[in-house]
């Protein structure tokens, strides 16, 4: 696996030592708080940046996303002993379950991801974390704390993702003419299980708390030049999006296994 | 005044800092000279309390930096103001932002204090017309200007500059250096600059630090360097023509 994520050798110690490294990082976010005055604007700042300038492409690729469930669900079901309402069915449970959740935080990672790290990796390059620093402000506090809290609004796009992938997949099912509104609607409101909406958004929490921290970590600790604020935020990317997968596994094991 | 006792620092397996003794004065303008490679920046980032020496001591007017509790260096930081060889400004901010930047943060002053504060430490370095500009609009003499109001918006009792006329035209590099001098003089701080400009050196080097492979070669003043007969410094100072001429000049002339 890691040879696939681009490293040819494998040092353990490397890899311990950055997780600790993280580690400390994320207690030195919650140390020594900045202003609350400046803290709050930092936070609608980074919430307007974040969670506004994301809802765009994240309504884009669920709408999307959905039609596309829909069409795949409604083109595999041969036998005419399965209900029709299973293409409805299917298509909440997907975008609910998965879909939302995890593949639009994978997205997240990319764009999300690396604006953190090369908004925070260039600052480090132009020695502007280093004048905070020497000013005896918390750099790690004041710049990584308000995205972790802008991100706690992220359930919130989540959602909206959610209601929009089901539309896309009901648009793409009566308009493509592969069931009627009814059946659509009867599975999606079939064996519908509130606690799949809580585990949904328990693991986008998760998943807004790495998006925000995991950039942050390669940004504020690069070292280099311009061309490595390109490469740690290529490297932010594919870490975040390894660490996103490996919490969904644990996430869903411990929520939903039995 | 900060008083430097022997101090090391040291990076995987290089040995940068091997032992360096100085101290710098309070109302003067401190430079440190030498090669790329010869330890300066390291030297100015353990005076700032970015890098932690591995051996030795640093004490700000008789306070040892490594005995202070975290809290004691945060107060001891905030006496201190630095000017980045980038100039290091907050690209989000205005001019006017980033000079409040400090007081927003540390102070309880009302809007109109900050304001006036802002204006008043604008204006002492000559900058009264981009207050609501950002940093990429502005060049990069107003830039520093900028960074040394930052620096000294709080009133510091140190004032680190890294590099201050890097990437400046001779004339605004003369006019950043005789700012900082007056500076210095005027709120009677403790300056400590690090430099590759000789014009610097014999312009405002009221006391110059020369570092060569992490070890003091030389130390003195901008009237003694003309006088050493120190072949390290003199290979530096007079590597160009013009300085190696006047040096000849100077010495004739003394006999």
Known sequence: MLFLLGYTYFHPMNYLASIGRYAIMIKEVFKKPTKWRIMKSLILKEVDELIFGSLGILIFIAFFMGAVVAIQTALNITSELIPKNLVGFATRQSIILEFAPTFCSIIMAGKVGSYITSSIGTMRVTEQIDALEVMGVNALNYLVFPKIVALCLYP????????????????????????????????????FIPFHVAYAFLKTLVFAFVLATVPSYHGFYMTGGALEVGKASTTSFVWTSVVIIVANYILTQLLLGQ | MIEVNDIH??????????????????GKTNLIIGQSGSGKTVFL???L?????????????????TDLT????????????????????FDSMTVEGNVKFPLEMFTKQSKSE???????????????DAHHKYPSEISGGMQKRVAIARAIVMN????????????????????????????????????????????????IGEKILFLKDGLKAWEGS???????????????????????KVRQMYIEERN
Request: with cysteine.
């Open chain 1, 156 to 191: 919130f796009i989540i959602s909206i993702a959610m209601y929009v992938g089901i539309f896309g997949g009901w648009m793409a099912a009566v308009f493509g003419g592969f069931s009627t509104s009814a059946d659509f609607i009867a599975g999606v409101q079939l064996d």
């Open chain 2, 156 to 203: 510091p009792k140190y004032l680190f500059c890294d590099e201050p006329n890097s990437g400046l035209d001779p004339k605004t590099a003369i006019v950043i250096d005789n700012l900082i001098k007056e500076i210095t003089e005027e709120y009677n701080i403790t300056t400590v600059i690090n430099t590759h400009d000789m014009n610097s050196v014999m312009e």
């Open chain 2, 70 to 89: 975290d809290e004691q260096k945060r107060d001891l930081r905030q006496e201190m103001g630095m000017v980045f060889q980038g100039s290091a400004l």
């Open chain 2, 49 to 65: 309390g970015l890098f932690t020496p591995e051996e030795g001591t640093i004490s700000y007017d008789g306070k040892i930096y």
């Open chain 2, 222 to 244: 901008n009237k003694e360097i003309f006088k050493t007969d120190n072949e390290t410094v003199t290979d530096f100072v007079y590597s160009s023509d013009l300085f190696k």
């Open chain 2, 114 to 128: 900050m304001q006036d504060r802002a204006d008043f430490v604008l204006k002492r370095v000559n900058l009264v």
């Open chain 2, 9 to 26: 620092k040291s990076f995987d397996n290089s040995h940068i800092l091997k032992g360096v003794t100085t101290s710098f004065q309070k």
């Open chain 2, 45 to 47: 980032k353990c005076l």
